[in-house]
């Protein structure tokens, strides 16, 4: 089906929007069908959207900030990334950020009252010396009760453990896209190896952040897939990312003319539908692909970023809290006591 023209399948997502029960679950074509909906369809589309986001998250737009605690030379070659092993992207590199830096940031969560403080490290594996590194300054930092959540590679189950016992809140690993696409995407580790480590977290009592990046060559089935699969693992936060495409990777010519902001909406609408308790974050490309229409985008999504997107910039903490407000929502003050 072509964006645009008037099928059966049309009607059908009319119907599916105007009768719409959130236990009822999309099957793989109707998912499909809705990021096929033509434009003047999108109105019901985000209306549908606004009702779940409204039930479940209010009015409330969490924000968080990221640090890259560790940055470049990883050994895997993830073709969006700036700090894969294959990247020729000038981006700095270093193996632990200062404490001055990663305190700093922990400090502008609590005192700015952010929803989170999330911590990226690059690379795949760590010796139990890094991860009992990194626990060391996450007690310090769980002083000032402000929520974490780190980005890391596959963990063991005993690094895991002791970042558990650290105090970490959450962990951000995410699918990126289908299980029949990653082979495409990188080949030094797997899909299922994502999805197993996500278990293993799950088991241990983690919070979980997992989610994708849309616009790398995918097909919308990919994102259908990539979206039930995350649906199965129900993640309390769902980063959806719009490829920004980095000189120096794999992806640096990736044609993003289809990355249009009504495409974009509606794969934050269907993330919004298939996977409706989760918070709904759109991730990096919100500058890009959503300028100048935040408050439709604050209908659907529930959190977003502060600051940059680990090697890419981003908007400051002011400006996201004041642009939230003239949108009529609110910067979440999440509680830091949970
Ligand atoms: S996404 Fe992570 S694992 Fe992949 S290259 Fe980048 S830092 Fe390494």
Redesign the pocket.
């Known amino acids: 089906m072509k964006e645009g023209t008037v099928t059966m399948s049309d009607t059908f997502i009319h119907t599916l929007l105007a009768d719409w029960d959130e236990e009822r679950s999309l099957s793989r074509e109707e998912a499909v069908a809705i990021l096929d909906l033509p434009k003047e369809e999108m109105e019901d589309l985000i209306s549908c959207a606004y009702a779940l986001r409204t039930k479940y998250k209010g009015k409330k737009v969490s924000v968080q900030l990221l640090t890259n605690v560790r940055s470049g030379n990883?050994?895997?070659?993830?073709a969006y990334?700036a700090?894969?092993?294959e990247s020729h992207a000038p981006i700095e590199k270093y193996r632990r950020v200062s404490d001055e830096k990663l305190y700093g940031d922990n400090d502008l969560v609590d005192e700015k009252n952010l929803a989170r403080h999330c911590i990226g490290l690059?690379?795949?594996k760590f010796t139990d010396a890094e991860i009992e590194d990194l626990a060391e300054r996450i007690r310090i930092m769980k002083k000032k009760n402000t929520q974490i959540c780190c980005s890391i590679?596959f963990l063991t189950e005993k690094q895991a453990k002791m970042l558990k016992e650290a105090g970490l809140d959450r962990i951000n690993h995410n699918l990126n896209s289908s299980r029949s696409f990653y082979p495409e995407i990188?080949s030094t580790h797997t899909y299922d190896q994502r999805v197993n480590n996500i278990k293993m977290l799950q088991g241990l009592g983690f919070e979980i952040c997992s989610g994708g990046i849309i616009g790398m060559g995918e097909s919308k089935e990919d994102v259908v897939d990539m979206l039930m699969d995350l649906k199965a693992i129900s993640p309390e936060s769902v980063p959806i990312n719009f490829l920004l495409p980095i000189p120096g990777t794999r992806l640096a010519d990736r044609d993003i003319s289809g990355l249009t902001p009504e495409y974009c909406m509606k794969v934050l609408c269907l993330a919004r539908l298939m996977i409706p308790k989760s918070d709904i974050r759109c991730a990096a490309g919100r500058e890009v692909y959503f300028k100048g229409i935040e408050p439709e985008l604050f209908k659907v999504v529930d959190s977003i970023f502060a600051s940059g997107y680990l090697t890419a910039g981003g908007q400051g903490i002011d400006d996201t809290m004041k642009m939230i407000r003239d949108a009529g929502f609110t910067g979440e003050i999440e509680s830091t006591d949970e």
């Open positions: 990883c050994s895997q070659n993830c990334c700090q894969s092993c690059s690379g795949i590679g990188c």
